[in-house]
């Protein structure tokens, strides 16, 4: 039988115009429990060429097709005799079309059977984990001396004779072409966000990458870098029309879609994230049963701010009179001696003697510290840390929105009215003696913005009154 010959011929590739080195694609695989012949692939190929021959009907020949392969081949330990039945179809030219054929006939008949999607998803699985591990050859161009991947190959030769056979056929190339990148994209995402929870040094993380084997070339850039050199073409004539140009197209537009998909999956990725993320700072979130049983500490709390701060003025003032005082005695005593020594005045040198000690006297008791300790304000620095650490664990839970909305409510409590000027500088000074600020809901950003806010609502709150 000449399709039999055909199928079962092994050769380069012809009437392509290029020619490719590969080994065997397929390795041992000894399925369990089963008897599978060593010509198993190549009998299904003829079955599969017979078939499309045969079958006058595009429909009832695809629906055939995509039963029989189904029907052998659902068992996963079956699988990379699919890749190898594709193989075989693509080595020859006149098979190649139903390599194309029996992926598209698989999809074509999804929607009539959703186990032939699941198929599909579970082949595309099996050849970018192939490809990752590089556990098959890869196939070599020795017209330009380029090396691609087994698969690349497998999948980018397919996808080129889906467009030689219609260009109608983009739609299942897509189809396939996304799961690739979006099964290789998802496996990106998740291994950078589990090393980023990883708390190993350096050099362990050195260590595992070294001795993990693996292609770091994407599959679906191997696949494009294959259809792209498929399209390339040396005339011997200025004239002389490229008869690759359609892979050249097909090449363009894969990029296109490529860049497309990746971008849909790194927008849903961040959006996915920032879900997350609200979630988890919804969830650390102070509760508004907290927010609000903090409210008389911080009214407190400012009301002693307020009283610090007059602190330092106070003080000064009070040392300023002890001070004055206890100069003014001091020279009132010399002043008397030196009349009494000079004879100026009705007191004698022994009695201005015994005045200046008197001074002295006055000056050490009635102006010492221990006398004008009534007069000195009280220090209510204690008192004021102690409401700050009531609210601080609050406050670090709080978010921006909470923030603002507590410091408005509180803005127009009676209570502040007359310590208004005082709330930004209070606030500040919450966030400044806060330990562990990097455990804060907030940003710095955060806080810097709605202090401003906060200052804006008071002056226009205290216009309006």
């Known amino acids: 039988m000449e399709a039999e010959a055909v199928a079962q011929e092994k050769g380069s590739p012809q009437g392509t115009g290029q020619t490719g080195k590969r080994r065997n694609i397929r390795g041992n695989v000894a399925p369990s429990g089963r008897r599978i012949p060593k010509d198993f692939a190549a009998r299904v190929a003829i079955r599969i060429t017979a078939i499309n021959e045969r079958e006058l009907d595009d429909v009832v020949a695809a629906e055939r097709v995509a039963d029989l392969i189904h029907r052998n081949m659902s068992d996963p330990e079956m699988y990379p005799y699919f890749l190898e039945i594709i193989d075989t179809l693509l080595d020859n030219d006149e098979t190649r079309k139903y390599a194309a054929t029996t992926w598209t006939a698989l999809l074509w008949h999804a929607d009539e059977h959703p186990e032939y999607r699941d198929f599909v998803e579970s082949l595309i699985l099996m050849v970018v984990n192939g490809h990752i591990q590089q556990d098959r050859p890869p196939w070599e161009n020795q017209a330009s001396g380029k090396s691609f991947s087994s698969y690349a190959y497998l999948v980018g030769e397919t996808f080129i004779q889906m467009m030689r056979l219609n260009s109608d056929l983009y739609e299942i190339l897509t189809d396939l072409f996304s799961m690739i990148i979006r099964l290789e994209m998802s496996r990106d995402l998740e291994r950078k966000e589990a090393e980023g929870k990883q708390k190993k040094n350096i050099v362990g993380k050195k260590k595992k990458q070294e001795g993990v084997a693996g292609s770091s070339k994407k599959l679906y850039d191997d696949i494009v870098d294959y259809v792209s050199s498929r399209g390339d073409f040396r005339s011997d004539t200025l004239n002389q029309k490229n008869p690759n140009e359609y892979i050249l197209v097909l090449a363009d537009r894969m990029r296109s879609t490529r860049r497309y998909i990746i971008q849909d999956i790194m927008n849903r990725y961040a959006l996915e994230k920032k879900k997350k993320l609200e979630k988890e700072l919804k969830e650390r979130e102070a509760s508004a049963e907290e927010v609000i049983g903090i409210g008389t500490a911080f009214n407190h709390g400012l009301y002693l ?161």
Not at 337 to 363: K, P, Q
Not at 378 to 390: P, Y
Not at 406 to 426: A, D, G, I, V
Not at 458 to 464: T, Y
């Open 305 to 465: 701010f307020w009283v610090e701060k007059r602190y330092n003025f106070k003080y000064l003032a009070v040392e300023k009179v002890r001070i004055t005082l206890e100069v003014l005695g001091m020279l009132m005593g010399v002043f008397i001696v030196g009349m009494g020594y000079l004879g100026a005045g009705a007191v004698s040198i022994g009695e201005g003697i015994i005045v200046c000690g008197m001074m002295i006297a006055f000056v050490k008791f009635f102006c010492s510290r221990q006398f004008f300790l009534p007069f000195y304000p009280q220090d209510v620095t204690a008192d004021l840390e102690k409401d700050v650490g009531i609210y601080t664990p609050v406050f670090r839970k709080m978010s921006k929105m909470q923030m603002n909305a507590f410091l408005n409510k509180h803005m127009r409590n009676s209570e502040n009215t007359l310590l208004l000027h005082l709330m930004p500088e209070y606030v500040k000074y919450i966030f400044s003696v806060m330990p562990d600020r990097k455990d804060l809901l907030m940003t710095s950003d955060d806080i810097n913005e709605f202090i401003e806010h906060l200052e804006l609502n008071i002056s226009k709150f205290q216009r309006g009154r």
